[in-house]
């Protein structure tokens, strides 16, 4: 299939899956989940910042009025966060069909995490690292599920 003809319409229906995106508040992580609940996914918006996620929940629901949004906040840079999200997680769903590991900082100012990681390696990589392991159960039980984990070429600038 030619790529440039490709569009969201010819994607097919995820009505009855769950996803989480993690980021899902900016950039690509903001399309990802626009497209999912544009396909009738239930999506759960992963995200530090509350407020920002809860912003781009609404509009997202202005441009998709039946969207099944929820936010979650998770600070991939803090291990106890990346646990408490995924055991909150798991208290409302049984099932897990999209884990969109999207989320990530680039260059910030170094600085050690409370776990004493640096913050990009905890933000980009032990962050999902740890998320995916922990819900990695509750994916391989999903029939059909997927993990897809995001990196950037941004680095080459």
Same mark, same amino acid.
């Given at each position: 299939?030619?790529? #440039? +003809?490709?569009?969201?319409?010819?994607?097919?229906?995820?009505?009855?899956?769950?996803?989480?995106? @993690?980021?899902?508040?900016?950039? %690509?992580?903001?399309? @990802? +989940?626009?497209?999912?609940? !544009?396909?009738?996914? /239930?999506?759960? $918006?992963?995200?530090?910042?509350? #407020? /920002?996620?809860?912003?781009?929940?609404?509009?997202?629901? !202005?441009?998709? &009025?039946?969207?099944? %949004?929820?936010? $979650?906040?998770?600070?991939?840079? /803090?291990?106890?966060?990346?646990?408490?999200?995924?055991?909150? *997680?798991?208290?409302?769903?049984?099932?897990?069909?999209?884990?969109?590991?999207?989320?990530?900082?680039?260059? &910030?100012?170094?600085?050690? @995490?409370?776990?004493? *990681?640096?913050? !990009?390696?905890?933000?980009?990589? *032990?962050?999902?690292?740890?998320?995916?392991?922990? %819900?990695?159960?509750?994916? $391989?039980? +999903?029939?059909?599920?997927?993990?897809? #984990?995001?990196?950037?070429?941004?680095?080459?600038?």
């Amino acid at each position: 299939m030619n790529q #440039s +003809t490709w569009n969201i319409s010819k994607a097919p229906s995820q009505k009855g899956k769950v996803a989480i995106v @993690t980021g899902a508040n900016a950039g %690509l992580g903001f399309e @990802t +989940t626009l497209a999912l609940a !544009q396909k009738g996914a /239930k999506v759960i $918006m992963a995200c530090r910042n509350k #407020s /920002k996620a809860e912003k781009a929940k609404a509009d997202i629901l !202005q441009q998709v &009025p039946d969207g099944d %949004l929820e936010v $979650m906040e998770i600070d991939l840079s /803090k291990l106890k966060s990346v646990r408490s999200f995924v055991k909150n *997680f798991l208290e409302k769903h049984d099932a897990l069909d999209l884990l969109i590991n999207n989320a990530g900082v680039m260059i &910030p100012p170094y600085q050690k @995490t409370e776990d004493g *990681f640096e913050l !990009q390696m905890a933000a980009n990589y *032990f962050g999902h690292f740890l998320l995916t392991g922990l %819900l990695l159960n509750t994916i $391989m039980r +999903t029939p059909a599920s997927r993990i897809v #984990s995001l990196s950037s070429i941004a680095h080459k600038n």
